[in-house]
């Protein structure tokens, strides 16, 4: 059992490496969604990104002890299931996610020994273009560019960091590490 956090600042890709990642092994790893009681948008399923839940189903999730790191976000609940992650164990897969320091503190106490965090980061000029390349306005992409400075920081606390510029070489990267942390659990 492996569970894999890819974090970083907006703009780095690691929605890209995610997929990439998923796309190169589809039998071997599996986005985990968060669970949220917000509504499913146009163009969401179950899983996908989330598993949605009613509130009064998210509290009985986390008065169970199944919810086990939780935030409410722009007055929506979003947590993390352990049903959810040991159902993509039972599949044969690894879960892998993006969260941030908080969630991965979470997971590591939820799952000692089994999470392996990788912080990507990329040249902010070229962040500066991700950005501005899928459409993103001016003055966000300024508050995400003052955020990498603050993300960066916290790069030290991550297990393992590569560079996103080129993204099929940042996939094969993570791609190699994540697979040797997989087969020294075996």
């Known amino acids: ?9 907006s703009g780095v ?11 190169k092994r589809p039998d071997f790893y599996e986005k985990m ?17 989330y598993y949605f839940v009613s509130t009064a189903e998210f509290e009985k999730m986390q008065g169970a002890g199944d919810i086990f790191e939780w935030t409410m976000r722009h007055g929506t609940y979003r947590g993390m299931s352990y049903r959810y992650i040991n159902e993509i164990f039972k599949r044969g897969h690894v879960p892998i996610k993006d969260c ?10 939820a799952y000692p020994n089994r999470v392996l965090t990788i912080f990507v980061t990329a040249p902010k000029e070229q962040v500066r273009a991700r950005l501005s390349s899928r ?14 400075d603050n993300y960066i920081k916290e790069a030290g606390h991550y297990d393992n960091q590569v560079q996103n510029i080129v993204l099929d070489e940042a996939i094969r990267e993570i791609d190699e590490i994540i697979v040797k942390a997989y087969e020294a659990l075996l």
Do not use: C, F, H, W
Not at 1 to 9: A, R
Not at 34 to 47: D, F, I, L, P, Y
Not at 135 to 148: M, N, P, W
């Open 33 to 49: 969604p968060s669970v949220t009681n917000r509504e499913m948008r146009e163009g969401e399923a179950q899983g996908m990104p």
């Open 100 to 109: 941030d320091l908080i969630g991965v503190n979470a997971l590591k106490k």
């Open 1 to 9: 059992m492996l569970i894999v956090v890819v974090e970083g600042p």
């Open 13 to 23: 890709g690691k929605d890209s490496i995610i997929k990439g990642l998923i796309a």
């Open 135 to 148: 459409g993103d306005k001016e003055a966000d992409i300024e508050v995400r560019l003052k955020d990498y």
